[in-house]
């Protein structure tokens, strides 16, 4: 997503949050999986805001169903973390620094989801 927008009351632009994790209201993904999503990149000291400026789109509350064990989560990653907004050139070292950021989330929840049964129920 852009690093910044509009403000809703007008006045110029703000800067975004570094992450973004859309699921509408904390409907569309188990808790525990939202707040290890939260948790992880906190620790990695990025900022986060949930559902802002994206709450999730069609395929989030198309398929965020965890009643039936279906977890949707869209996670907006600020463009500045990686890419170089005015000339569009990736910023390699960054860019291979939130990489590894997210491959650790990604094991994070794969264990998570390993080791509890419970997801396939809610």
């Given at each position: ?58 395929t989030t509350s198309s398929y965020g ?58």
């Open positions: 997503m852009p690093s910044a927008g509009r403000r809703p009351s007008g006045g110029g632009e703000v800067r975004r949050a570094d992450i973004v994790p859309g699921t509408r209201g904390r409907s569309t993904a188990d808790g525990r999986i939202i707040d290890l999503i939260d948790s992880h990149f906190r620790e990695a000291g990025l900022s986060i805001k949930h559902d802002d400026p994206y709450r999730g789109g069609w169903a965890p009643k039936r064990g279906q977890h949707a989560v869209q996670i907006e990653i600020n463009r500045a973390l990686y890419v170089d907004e005015r000339t569009s050139e990736i910023k390699t070292h960054d860019f291979v620094q939130l990489q590894a950021v997210l491959n650790q989330l990604l094991g994070k929840l794969g264990n998570l989801l390993t080791d509890s049964a419970q997801f396939a129920t809610g």
